[in-house]
């Protein structure tokens, strides 16, 4: 799932593109993709765009007339961008939205449709669809602090949680818990307040890095090859390669869709956790 860094650099390819300008039209190829009915989406036809926010994981296109256009990427859901006279990809193609200095589409892959969009107007509805997590490059250390305590979860649970904080999915949780040298077990009551100001500078210097990386790679142009796999990550989707820092491999925790990848040598005292999913096929 695209996170803090990769929306926010969708966001700012985004706003050189079509702020300022008239919403021409809107395609959907499945019914499924919109889930709301009112305002409908034919009240964004010919509205102008007002300017592009990011909402946690969604990009919000703000619009004439207090409207809004959320939209929620998911796992499988990336964005594309079709100069005007370009051919528009239709692989996996869910929607199409023109302006005037081109189209951008939306796409899924895979058959599962978790990707979708919402029109809502003004703040108030805009407002429902915000989780209520901090945005860490903007609070304080007491504050994350205060939000991670709040709740007795493990630090990998609490960093991915949208209602603590904003914007950080499996990927990146992965890479600020490697720097930050803790265990992705470990459990939010029981960290020190060292710890605390170690998991603070970390998830703030990885999501910063990310994004001045992921925009450095777009080079002005509209960011592809969006992946929550990336050459350059210390641990995330490295399993059984060697941790960049000690040597040792990568291990991992498998649990339903999802796999959290870290160093023994670096997190956990050289202890590898217990995969449950790994001691249900024993059992």
Not at 177 to 199: F, Y
Request: with cysteine; glycine share 8%.
């Amino acid at each position: 799932m695209p996170e803090l860094p990769d929306i926010t650099v969708y966001v700012e390819a985004l706003r050189e593109r079509i702020v300022g300008q008239d919403l021409l039209s809107i395609r959907l190829t499945t019914p499924f993709l919109l889930r709301t009915v009112d305002p409908p989406i034919e009240a964004l036809i010919g509205k102008r765009v007002d300017g592009i926010e990011r909402s946690g994981k969604r990009i919000v296109i703000a619009l004439d007339d207090d409207l809004f256009l959320v939209l929620h990427l998911m796992i499988a859901g990336r964005l594309h961008w079709f100069d005007r006279g370009r051919k528009v990809g239709a692989r996996g193609l869910l929607a199409a939205i023109e302006f005037p200095s081109g189209t951008l589409t939306l796409t899924e892959a895979g058959t599962k449709r978790r990707a979708s969009l919402h029109v809502v107007r003004g703040r108030s509805g805009l407002d429902e669809h915000e989780r209520g997590g901090l945005e860490v490059l903007e609070g304080s250390l007491p504050e994350f602090a205060a939000r991670l305590r709040s709740e007795n979860h493990t630090i990998k649970r609490a960093l991915t949680d949208p209602q603590l904080l904003s914007g950080i999915g499996n990927a990146y949780s992965d890479e600020i818990l490697h720097r930050a040298r803790l265990s992705p077990a470990k459990l939010t009551s029981r960290m020190s307040d060292d710890e605390m100001s170690q998991l603070y500078d970390a998830t703030r210097a990885v999501l910063t890095e990310w994004t001045d990386r992921l925009r450095t790679d777009a080079a002005g142009g509209f960011p592809e090859h969006v992946t929550a796999f990336r050459d350059g990550m210390a641990v995330h989707g490295r399993y059984g390669q060697p941790c960049p820092v000690c040597g040792s491999p990568v291990l991992r925790i498998r649990y339903a869709d999802n796999e959290t990848n870290y160093c023994a040598t670096c997190q956990t005292g050289g202890k590898p956790l217990a995969d449950r999913a790994l001691s249900r096929i024993l059992k």
